[in-house]
């Protein structure tokens, strides 16, 4: 996305130089000497905007490191990025589009041209359709074939038509509406949609079809076969109660069967793992209420303005993007961990994991030319509390080094004693263990306390001794509300941008996931004979074979 000069190389930059040359000076020291040198640390290495507060002192920086890395993004241009980005300038160059999920939150008394056509009051009034259909909805107006409410909604999708309904609508389980369960199918495998048909009324169950090219093949099966179980109790005519979609292809929806009035649009500007802003939310907003959509909105549009008005060196996404960066390309540290302390994000990592890794999953920039530094890192976890008791061991004393994201909500949604004292003391205890780590003298110590043997003690030493030095950042928010989810997914996705920009990549294209369906399409043909065999390798052939022979 470096329009200067896209074809040097990010290692030749200036400032990436300088980093090097720091990293070299400062590869040895230990976090914790560096709190006890500066009692003020943590509020020189912390920040706050949009209810969500960053503290990154526990990562190998200093205020050197940070003002380095703030060189590093002037230089990348990400300012310029980021206002093109915005501006709706056509950024995602490999598809010739404009990068707009940011218009989806923006306030209708704002004007956003794109090709000379404002497009927030479009935006708007698709929103305020979708407020007047979730309304009927969640009230019991709309009504299913036998004349019942519904109680069931069915989002079919998949990748960002699926993780983010179903990541949202679960850590915003307690604003849910009481009589609505949300359920989500996005697997191909008839195992997913089977076990929930099976358990489900068609008389009172609402599809919602989303996909943006409504040709997705996994979706496209799943809602085929959703509507011929509808109307295995259903006539034709009453498809409609029972089905909408969520795409920008209406041509397809209507061959489909689903009227235009039941078609809620997008448009081709919002990347499908950005896509939970626009018209994709439907399930959100129906289970939410479409006050607390607008106020998931209005929160992400605070992170936006943040993003867009402070200076780099205070801007939440930029330090959590310039933070990756120092941990992937420095300190060589190849995957971060989430880990939320909430049980309502649950599927948040998950949900990163698309984002950052559909999007940063690139090693070749805007130009064609190669990246000379490492991408995107592996992005996985699980709630915190759960990693612990299962892989937080090899985080501790493995042999790689790993970040980790620590992300907490300081007031609970349950009323439930204890638990969230209990709760926060993990996720703190957690993170200063990552950072402090318990050197020999430590050990040793404990143990003569305990009164163990000296040669006992020599040789525990080594196994309960823990390097510490590994990186964290912990995200806090006051509560888990709509609004702080909104800020919380902006911030990430501000975070992937300012990463792309800056090695040089373009993030909102996955040509990457492209080879696989292709071959699919293909083998599937094969496996039901309407195609020859093609000449596979000898295991993709061998594997057909068998498939073929019990199938
Ligand atoms: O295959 C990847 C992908 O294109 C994702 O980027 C996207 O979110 C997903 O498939 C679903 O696409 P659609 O919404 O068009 O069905």
């Given at each position: 996305?470096?329009?200067?000069?896209?074809?040097?190389?990010?290692?030749?930059?200036?400032?990436?130089?300088?980093?090097q040359?720091?990293h070299?000076?400062?590869?040895?020291?230990?976090?914790?000497?560096?709190f006890?040198?500066?009692?003020?640390?943590?509020?020189?290495?912390?920040?706050e905007?949009?209810?969500?507060?960053?503290?990154?002192?526990?990562?190998?920086v200093?205020?050197?490191?940070?003002?380095?890395?703030?060189?590093?993004?002037?230089?990348?241009?990400?300012?310029?990025q980021?206002?093109?980005?915005?501006?709706?300038?056509e950024i995602?160059?490999?598809?010739?589009?404009?990068?707009?999920?940011?218009?989806?939150r923006?306030?209708?008394?704002?004007?956003?041209?794109?090709?000379?056509?404002?497009i927030?009051?479009?935006i708007?009034?698709?929103?305020?359709?979708?407020?007047?259909?979730?309304?009927?909805?969640?009230s019991?107006?709309?009504?299913?074939?036998?004349?019942?409410?519904?109680?069931?909604?069915?989002?079919?999708?998949?990748?960002?038509?699926?993780?983010?309904?179903?990541m949202?609508?679960?850590?915003?389980?307690?604003?849910g509406?009481?009589?609505?369960?949300?359920?989500?199918?996005s697997?191909?495998?008839?195992?997913?949609?089977?076990?929930?048909?099976?358990?489900?009324?068609?008389?009172?169950?609402?599809?919602?079809?989303a996909?943006?090219?409504?040709?997705?093949?996994?979706?496209?099966?799943?809602?085929?076969?959703?509507r011929?179980?509808?109307?295995?109790?259903a006539?034709?005519?009453?498809?409609h109660?029972?089905?909408?979609?969520?795409?920008?292809?209406l041509?397809?929806?209507?061959?489909?069967?689903?009227?235009?009035?039941?078609?809620?649009p997008?448009?081709?500007?919002?990347?499908g793992?950005?896509?939970?802003?626009?018209?994709?939310?439907?399930a959100?907003?129906?289970?939410?209420?479409?006050?607390?959509?607008?106020e998931?909105?209005?929160?992400?549009h605070?992170?936006?303005?943040?993003?867009?008005?402070?200076?780099?060196?205070?801007?939440?996404?930029?330090?959590?993007?310039?933070?990756?960066?120092?941990?992937?390309?420095?300190?060589?540290?190849n995957?971060?961990?989430?880990?939320?302390?909430?049980?309502?994000?649950?599927l948040?990592?998950?949900?990163?994991?698309q984002l950052?890794?559909e999007?940063?999953g690139?090693?070749?920039?805007v130009d064609?030319?190669?990246?000379?530094?490492?991408?995107?890192?592996i992005?996985?976890?699980?709630?915190?509390?759960?990693?612990?008791?299962?892989?937080?061991?090899?985080?501790?004393?493995?042999?790689d080094?790993?970040?980790?994201?620590?992300?907490?909500?300081l007031?609970?949604?349950?009323?439930?004693?204890?638990?969230?004292?209990?709760?926060?003391?993990?996720?703190?205890?957690?993170?200063?263990?990552?950072?402090?780590?318990?050197?020999?003298?430590?050990?040793?110590?404990?143990m003569?306390?305990?009164?163990?043997?000296?040669?006992?003690?020599?040789?525990?030493?080594?196994h309960?001794?823990?390097?510490?030095?590994?990186?964290?950042?912990?995200?806090?928010?006051?509560?888990?509300?709509?609004?702080?989810?909104?800020?919380?997914?902006?911030?990430?996705?501000?975070?992937?941008?300012?990463?792309?920009?800056?090695w040089?990549?373009?993030s909102?294209?996955?040509w990457?996931?492209?080879?696989?369906k292709?071959?699919?399409?293909?083998?599937?043909?094969?496996?039901?004979?309407?195609?020859?065999?093609?000449?596979?390798?000898?295991?993709?052939?061998?594997?057909?074979a068998?498939?073929?022979?019990?199938?």
């Amino acid at each position: 996305m470096r329009t200067s000069n896209p074809t040097s190389t990010l290692i030749a930059t200036a400032a990436f130089q300088a980093l090097q040359q720091h990293h070299v000076e400062t590869k040895n020291r230990q976090v914790r000497d560096l709190f006890t040198q500066d009692p003020a640390r943590f509020t020189k290495l912390s920040v706050e905007a949009a209810g969500l507060f960053l503290d990154f002192s526990k990562n190998s920086v200093d205020d050197k490191t940070m003002q380095l890395l703030c060189d590093l993004a002037r230089e990348t241009q990400v300012e310029t990025q980021r206002d093109a980005m915005f501006a709706g300038k056509e950024i995602n160059r490999t598809e010739h589009r404009a990068v707009l999920h940011t218009a989806l939150r923006r306030p209708r008394s704002d004007q956003l041209l794109l090709d000379g056509k404002d497009i927030i009051p479009d935006i708007h009034a698709v929103l305020d359709r979708m407020g007047v259909f979730s309304e009927r909805v969640r009230s019991g107006e709309w009504r299913g074939y036998d004349g019942r409410e519904i109680t069931d909604i069915v989002n079919i999708g998949i990748g960002g038509s699926y993780l983010g309904p179903k990541m949202t609508c679960q850590a915003l389980r307690s604003f849910g509406h009481s009589r609505l369960v949300m359920h989500f199918v996005s697997n191909v495998d008839g195992h997913d949609l089977d076990a929930l048909l099976s358990r489900i009324d068609p008389a009172t169950t609402l599809f919602i079809v989303a996909s943006k090219t409504f040709g997705t093949s996994e979706t496209m099966t799943n809602a085929r076969s959703a509507r011929a179980w509808l109307l295995r109790s259903a006539t034709e005519a009453d498809l409609h109660k029972h089905f909408v979609a969520v795409s920008t292809q209406l041509d397809l929806v209507t061959e489909f069967g689903i009227a235009a009035e039941n078609m809620f649009p997008f448009w081709d500007w919002v990347g499908g793992r950005y896509s939970i802003w626009s018209a994709i939310g439907l399930a959100l907003i129906i289970s939410i209420g479409i006050d607390n959509f607008k106020e998931f909105l209005a929160g992400a549009h605070a992170m936006d303005q943040h993003f867009q008005q402070t200076p780099l060196e205070k801007n939440l996404p930029v330090i959590l993007a310039l933070i990756g960066i120092w941990n992937r390309n420095f300190v060589e540290s190849n995957s971060i961990s989430i880990a939320p302390y909430h049980q309502d994000l649950r599927l948040f990592p998950g949900y990163l994991q698309q984002l950052e890794m559909e999007s940063n999953g690139k090693r070749v920039k805007v130009d064609g030319s190669k990246v000379d530094v490492a991408t995107c890192p592996i992005i996985w976890g699980d709630v915190g509390t759960n990693g612990q008791h299962a892989y937080f061991q090899l985080l501790h004393q493995g042999t790689d080094v790993m970040a980790v994201d620590f992300i907490a909500a300081l007031k609970p949604s349950h009323q439930l004693e204890s638990h969230q004292v209990l709760l926060l003391a993990n996720c703190f205890a957690q993170s200063e263990a990552f950072m402090r780590g318990k050197n020999a003298e430590e050990v040793r110590a404990d143990m003569q306390k305990q009164g163990l043997p000296n040669d006992e003690i020599e040789k525990l030493l080594p196994h309960r001794t823990f390097p510490g030095n590994r990186p964290s950042n912990t995200i806090l928010m006051d509560a888990l509300t709509p609004n702080t989810l909104g800020a919380l997914i902006a911030l990430y996705e501000h975070k992937v941008f300012v990463q792309g920009v800056i090695w040089g990549i373009n993030s909102f294209d996955q040509w990457g996931v492209e080879l696989g369906k292709i071959l699919a399409k293909n083998i599937a043909a094969e496996l039901t004979e309407q195609a020859k065999p093609a000449q596979h390798d000898s295991s993709t052939n061998g594997l057909i074979a068998r498939a073929k022979a019990a199938l």
